[in-house]
């Protein structure tokens, strides 16, 4: 799910951050940086850089922790932070029902029998 990984860009900078500091400055920020090169027309320059993160990839089948933020008789919604998940209705068991109301929610046939019980008796 994490992994840790070295990753190749190319950076555009202003001229604002251009002076006698600007190679300490892209050191500071990145782990390598190469020679840079003017765009022409804008003062901009765009220097290739090389540093390293921790990426998030989920695979499919992969089971995450989320809040669901959404749910209507599509399917539902939920975030597991950075990545948005949509689970449409055909995903969904077909022993769970869509429920509409204050709050919709997608209950089981079996809390459903349950709950008309409770009310009856």
Not at 54 to 62: A, S, T, W, Y
Request: charged share 20%; net charge positive.
């Amino acid at each position: 799910m994490f992994f840790h990984m070295v990753l190749e860009r190319n950076l555009l900078l202003h001229p604002c951050h251009f002076g006698p500091h600007l190679r300490e400055k892209l050191r500071k920020a990145w782990v390598r940086g190469g020679k840079g090169e003017i765009r022409k027309g804008t003062g901009f320059v765009t220097f290739p850089v090389t540093y390293q993160c921790v990426v998030f990839r989920p695979f499919k089948g992969e089971v995450l922790d989320a809040v669901v933020t959404m749910v209507n008789k599509m399917g539902f919604f939920a975030e597991a932070r950075p990545v948005q998940i949509f689970v449409s209705s055909h995903l969904i068991p077909d022993d769970m029902e869509f429920q509409t109301g204050d709050m919709p929610n997608y209950t089981t046939s079996d809390l459903l029998k349950s709950k008309a019980t409770a009310r009856c008796g």
